[in-house]
T-cell receptor, first 112, second 110 residues
Framework: NAGVTQTPKFQVLKTGQSMTLQCAQDMNHNSMYWYRQDPGMGLRLIYYSASEGTTDKGEVPNGYNVSRLNKREFSLRLESAAPSQTSVYFC???????????FGPGTRLTVL | RKEVEQDPGPFNVPEGATVAFNCTYSNSASQSFFWYRQDCRKEPKLLMSVYSSGNEDGRFTAQLNRASQYISLLIRDSKLSDSATYLCVVNSGGGNKLTFGTGTQLKVEL
C-alpha cells in the first residue's frame, strides 16, 4: 500500500516550458487535491477534485490546469511555466466528507 | 488578516521540556481543527484532530477555544524526534477544503 505517490520528485524548467505533475493514490479515496507550499505562505490549494469527473478551483488556480484521469489519478499541468511557479507541490487525497487528508512526498519545481 | 495565524518560531527547547503553541483563526464558522506535523523537506502528516472538549494523545494535548477562536498544542517531555514544523489546520466549512497556517518550527536540543 503505497498511499499517495507523486512524480517527478524534482524538476527544473525554463520559463515558457510546459510539464505535467502526476499523482496517484491507492487508498480508494474519492477526493484529491493539489497544493503548493512557499516559504512564509503555508500550503495553498490550487485545484481539487471532490470525486471522479469533477474538478474545482482552489485559492491559487491561475497558470494551472488539472485532469482527474480516473479515481486513482489526478494530474496538474503547467502550460507555460513562470518563475513565480517555483515551489514545492503536494498532492493529497481523502474520503469526501472526512477531513483527514493524506499527502504525497511532493515535487520540488524550479522555473528559471 | 490571515485566516489561520501561527507564531513561526523557532521554539528552541531542551529535551524533556514542555512547550506550547497557539494558533488563531478568523472564521467563526470554522467546523474542524487539526494539527499536522511536517518534517524538513517532507510532506505534512496528521498529528491529531482537535475537539471542543480537548483531547490528548500520549505526550500531546490539543485544546480548542471557540469563544476566542484559538487552538493550542501542548507537548510534554519533548524528545529530539519532536523537532519539526507544526501546522495548524482549519476546515472553514467549505466541504473538505482545509486552510493551513504557515507553521511553527520546534527544535528540541540536548
Amino acid at each position: 500500500n503505497a498511499g499517495v505517490t507523486q512524480t517527478p520528485k524534482f524538476q527544473v524548467l525554463k520559463t515558457g516550458q510546459s510539464m505535467t505533475l502526476q499523482c496517484a493514490q491507492d487508498m480508494n479515496h474519492n477526493s484529491m487535491y493539489w497544493y503548493r507550499q512557499d516559504p512564509g505562505m503555508g500550503l495553498r490549494l490550487i485545484y481539487y477534485s471532490a470525486s471522479e469527473g469533477t474538478t474545482d478551483k482552489g485559492e491559487v488556480p491561475n497558470g494551472y490546469n488539472v485532469s482527474r484521469l480516473n479515481k486513482r489519478e489526478f494530474s496538474l499541468r503547467l502550460e507555460s511555466a513562470a518563475p513565480s511557479q517555483t515551489s514545492v507541490y503536494f498532492c493529497a487525497s481523502s474520503v469526501w466528507g472526512r477531513d483527514t487528508q493524506y499527502f504525497g512526498p511532493g515535487t520540488r519545481l524550479t522555473v528559471l | 488578516r490571515k485566516e489561520v495565524e501561527q507564531d513561526p518560531g523557532p521554539f528552541n527547547v531542551p529535551e524533556g521540556a514542555t512547550v506550547a503553541f497557539n494558533c488563531t483563526y478568523s472564521n467563526s464558522a470554522s467546523q474542524s481543527f487539526f494539527w499536522y506535523r511536517q518534517d524538513c523537506r517532507k510532506e505534512p502528516k496528521l498529528l491529531m484532530s482537535v475537539y471542543s472538549s480537548g483531547n490528548e494523545d500520549g505526550r500531546f494535548t490539543a485544546q480548542l477555544n471557540r469563544a476566542s477562536q484559538y487552538i493550542s498544542l501542548l507537548i510534554r517531555d519533548s524528545k529530539l524526534s519532536d523537532s519539526a514544523t507544526y501546522l495548524c489546520v482549519v476546515n472553514s466549512g467549505g466541504g473538505n477544503k482545509l486552510t493551513f497556517g504557515t507553521g511553527t518550527q520546534l527544535k528540541v536540543e540536548l
